[in-house]
């Protein structure tokens, strides 16, 4: 049977603003703080209109983001509320340079700041008080308490992956399989040690998937799983390493390891749902591992917060608040990016996202201080598995 483990969006509390509040006035500076610790606002102190109207006052507003999608993000914001927005493409770490320079210097232009870096926002950029987070009371219920400190804007989803033209079916039951001889060199995937993604997955399956692999193990492989490691996910990931996998720089180089066509015997590949775009743009033959246990990919999740030094941060408030709408979020959702506000409808794309919601490994924010300091550990444990 397979072991699917439950999507925390299935039951959304209803919960207070988790946030640091600004200042109500227009153009006023963000209240000092060391800490991501909630407020007591409710939904029904929230006027959206009275921050619609205090925003318009302020001056325009940037915005840093990994996705060049965040150029039409923008643009809708202003369209939608005549403020002036820029959006700017910045991967995590430069983005946590930007924002920690500005910061220091007293000269911000990033006013709202996209990472999916969650453990350095935590971490670092949170108790420092270079950026605040922020969230909407009045969409607080539709997000999930383990996406709220810090703010979870949407989770990017990758998937087990096989090539449909030379396969029927998914080759794999179980992600057991993928340390087993039959896929010895036959996974690609994403470098780990120079992907801190991938060293966050790690810790978050060990600290709230462990149980989930333990009895996937056994229903692989018949038996309880016996191991001197840690945890069954630290198993699983020194099994991985000593399988010798495909290790690539990107999902794209994935995808083409996987999905291109005439092949007799084409690898599998963990990759971005983004990149099934690739059987329209490409014709790959790619598809996902329906009904893998105990999950068939796994959804990292990419923060927004708000720079502290804002000098517009009613308006940095209210693109927080837009981001968190279907309007918002579609240029970023339509390749199959998850919203965190779970009334967001999930559109049609390559990868049918939408079906797979509840089988998709989350990430829970509760974690991030040990992600944090453990991804030195999960490195170390790769590097020492490999085999040359």
Known sequence: MSIIRTHRWTTVLSLGLGAVLFTGCAGGAPAATTSSAPATASAEDFDLDQLIEAAKAEGPITIYDSTSKIEKMAAAFTKTYGIEATGVKADAAEAIEKVTREAQSGNVVGDVVAISDLPAVKNQLLPNNFVTNWVPADLAENIDSSMQEPLVVITDPSFWTYNTEAFDTCPATNIWDFTTEKFTKKVAFQDPVGDNGALDWYSQMEQFGDQELHDAYKEAFGEELKTDKESAAAEWVSRMAANQPILTKSSEEASEAVGATGQDDPPMALMSSAKYRNIDEK??????????VPWVGKASPKS??????????????????FALTQEGIDPQISDGKISSNSS?????????VGDHLKEIFQFDNAGLETDWASREKWQDLWRTSSKK
Request: proline letters at 8%.
């Open 304 to 321: 927004l917060t708000i720079a502290s030094g804002t000098k517009s941060p009613n308006a940095a408030k209210l693109f927080v608040h």
């Open 283 to 292: 014709g790959y033959a790619l598809g996902v591992c329906e009904g893998l």
């Open 344 to 352: 967001v409808k999930q559109p049609e794309d390559p990868a049918n």
